[in-house]
Nanobody, 123 residues
Framework: QVQLVESGGGLVQAGGSLRLSCAASGRAFSNYAMAWARQAPGKEREFVAA????????YYTDSVKGRFTISRDNAQNTVYLQMNNLQPEDTALYYC????????????????WGRGTQVTVSS
């Protein structure tokens, strides 16, 4: 089992940046592939980014490529999402997730979820 707690959300102007953190507890954090997903009002939850066990492989949804960066620090049991050039369309509740399988864009494959942190981007 792994427990996930997100933090770092907030209100930011368009063009600004935020860094989200997901602190994990439980066994063998380094053996979990991790992901970020988001859900905006009136929309389905969508995949944002994922990272492999080792951190050497990443995936992004097209809308955030070049702006967001996922990373992990296994020594600190933490995964990050650096978000640059934020736009109002990025406003959502952001969740982190973990799987004992491989990193994937398919959210159905993730076994553990945090409760989310809110990101709001104003014009």
């Amino acid at each position: 089992q792994v427990q996930l707690v997100e933090s770092g959300g907030g209100l930011v102007q368009a063009g600004g940046s935020l860094r989200l953190s997901c602190a994990a507890s439980g066994r063998a954090f380094s053996n979990y592939a991790m992901a970020w997903a988001r859900q905006a009002p009136g929309k389905e939850r969508e995949f944002v980014a994922a990272i492999s066990w080792t951190g050497d492989t990443t995936y992004y949804t097209d809308s955030v490529k070049g702006r967001f960066t996922i990373s992990r620090d296994n020594a600190q049991n933490t995964v990050y999402l650096q978000m640059n050039n934020l736009q109002p369309e990025d406003t959502a509740l952001y969740y982190c997730a973990a799987t004992w399988g491989i990193a994937t864009k398919n959210l159905a494959r993730y076994d553990f979820w945090g409760r989310g942190t809110q990101v709001t981007v104003s014009s």
